[in-house]
């Protein structure tokens, strides 16, 4: 079942950031991810609008999304680091079975037991 990363970023250090975007990009890709959303205009409908950048990624099964995060290169993680302040968090896919299942979502932050 599919699992998803929700990423939400202010960007520091652009510079950084750029190198950051090409390289996590093409890691993500060979970990089999695919970004759902990056970046772009936000229109909200309700509440404030996130600070920053937000990413949605979509990975094939909820240890593909874990492993990706868990084994980013170490390099990739140095140039993240100072480059954006961030937040991540995971999701899986449910079916819902009816709309009142809609009111049941808690996501957790990678690394957390699910």
């Not at 309700?46 to 170490?74: C, H, K």
């Not at 990739?76 to 979502?105: N, W």
Request: no cysteine.
């Amino acid at each position: 079942m599919a699992a998803y990363v929700i990423y939400q970023g202010q960007v520091l250090d652009a510079k950084r950031y750029d190198e950051y975007k090409t390289k996590g990009a093409a890691s993500i890709l060979s970990a089999g991810g695919r970004f759902l959303v990056r970046g772009g205009d936000v229109e909200v409908l309700e509440g404030e609008a996130p600070a920053g950048r937000t990413v949605l990624l979509e990975f094939p099964t909820m240890q593909a999304a874990l492993n990706w995060y868990r084994s980013n290169d170490t390099a990739i993680r140095k140039i993240r680091d100072g480059a954006a302040r961030r937040t991540y968090v995971r999701r899986r896919r449910h079916r819902l079975k009816s709309p009142s299942r809609l009111h049941s979502y808690r996501p957790q932050r990678l690394g957390d037991a699910h």
